[in-house]
């Protein structure tokens, strides 16, 4: 009964079997096809995102070449004319006006020059727009004035004067110092509009080669900034420059790399960004590898809240000794928003041919459950007794052929049944005869039995118990007899026991040990008895066994 009702549990509906495995293939057909799809557009994403980071951070590095090239070369040139003698750099006037020229020609910050007496020129564009000269002398206070000057480079008039000197100033000591041409420290310097920027510095010489002082050319790192917002990638991803020790010299972004500070600039450091992507990926750089241990082209991926973001990280060095990290960053969004169109495209797909195959496959289903059902309604009808049955032809060949079988099986069924009503009739008449002789026969039958039963049953039972009392006797004699020597020798061990205990009264700890384990005293008394009652079980076994032998033997008494 349990096992038919776990198998009666376990039963599917027909339908059920004929649409779910024609859902599942259909399902897992697109679904299939939907994760390929997914996981091919993922690695076309991870290649996409390498060669589109690899060709941004090398037009950023191309970029970085030729525009931070061009101050070293324009610094060399300016350096070789002073050394020739055609640039008299005692002349304010003609030098302002050279370096007016050339900032006309080049997209450059500042071109100027400090003399060894403290003095020196230069020409700038602050505002990143407007020419104007700067003309100092070596003490001051507000040795430094600022002209406005015309279309022709003449200067017009003053804008304004403050506090100047060049001995103090990196991009002044450090080429001095190095004795070649060098990139400066970044300085910050709040002016009438805050500057930082980039100095290119190279010291001059006399033709005699005696040093007289240094030449210097500017790029404001707003320039930098500019051109990395002009990038294609900016518009969904961060490029940034940063030096060694993480201090932000060029981002992408719209923020400032500086702040005021009670009229004092600040540079801001990469990992203090407000802009929270080029935070988190200096964050990160800083934790798992350290801005001084870059060393080559990095590439990895990081979750900027919530957002997966492909980064690239590559120093940049020139031979002027600039040691810069250029690090470029997209989101994996802006490469995956087709994709996941696509893949919702595939989802809508995917639920579609599921609704689709269970509608056909119920439709399907339906149509072929239909004639089985009728075939099954007439089998249990005719289960039930009722052999009037037939099945209606069917549109699909095979069940229309098994209607038609069924319908011959169920004909062929009546016939049998009324063939197997008239045998039953005649069998049972039969049957009631055999019946009556057969009662008779066996009561004669239990009787002869009952009495040759009786007989082997006694003459068994008595052969039986002369065997049993044979083989019973002689183990009984032999304990019997044994049973007197046995008291005879216990008597004499307890009697040594009892004189060796009354000359030894005090014996080894071993000795005492073994006596009180085995209850030495109760064993005294009580092992007499149980030899005792042993004697009696056997006398009674043998009185027993005598029974038996005579009861064995009462065939052959008169009775």
Known sequence: MKSQRFLRDKTFPLQFVLVLPFVLQIFAAVGLVGY???????????????????????????????????????NQLNAD???????????????????????????????????????????????????TIDDWTATPPKNVTNYAVDNQGNRTQVNGRWDWDSFKEPWYTEPIAAGKPIWAKISALNLPTPYIAASASRPIYDAQKRLLGMIAADIHLIKLSDFLRSLEISQSGQVFIMERDGTLIATSSQEETFTLSKQAIQRVR???SSNS????????????????????????????QGTPYFVDVR????????????????????????????TRTTIALCFGALVGAIGIGLFTSRWLVQPIL???????????????????????QELNTLSHSFNHMAGRLRELFTALEHSKEVLEERVDERTAELKHTLAELQRTQAQVVQGEKMSSLGQLVAGVAHEINNPVNFIHGNLTYVQEYTEDLLEFVQLYQQHYPRPIPEIQVAAEEMDLEFLREDLPKMLTSMQLGTNRIR????????FSRMDEAEF
């Open 543 to 550: 009185q027993i066994i005598l029974s038996l032998r005579n």
């Open 81 to 131: 004319v002073i050394r020739r003698g055609m640039l008299d750099v005692r002349d304010r006037e003609a030098v302002g006006k050279y370096f007016w020229d050339q900032m006309q020609a080049y997209d450059l910050t500042y071109i100027g020059m400090g003399l060894t007496t403290g003095e020196g020129l230069g020409v700038a564009r602050y505002d990143g727009k407007t020419i």
């Open 277 to 304: 992507t080029v935070r988190t990926i200096a964050q990160s750089i800083q934790a798992t590898n350290g801005f001084q241990f870059i060393t080559k082209d990095t590439d990895f991926q990081l979750d900027v």
């Open 315 to 342: 120093p940049w060095r020139d031979q002027y000794g600039l040691d810069w990290l250029l690090v470029t960053s997209v989101p994996e969004n802006a490469f995956m928003a087709q994709i996941n169109a696509n």
């Open 270 to 272: 990469a990992i203090e």
């Open 36 to 74: 390929l799809s997914f996981k091919n557009g993922q690695s076309a994403v991870n290649d996409l995102a390498e060669q589109l980071l690899d060709r941004t951070s090398d037009v950023v590095d191309e970029r970085l070449k030729s525009y931070l090239a061009l101050p070293q070369i324009l």
């Open 374 to 396: 009728r075939l099954n309604q007439a089998s249990e009808a005719m289960a039930s007794g009722n052999l009037e049955q037939a099945v209606e032809p069917s549109n699909i």
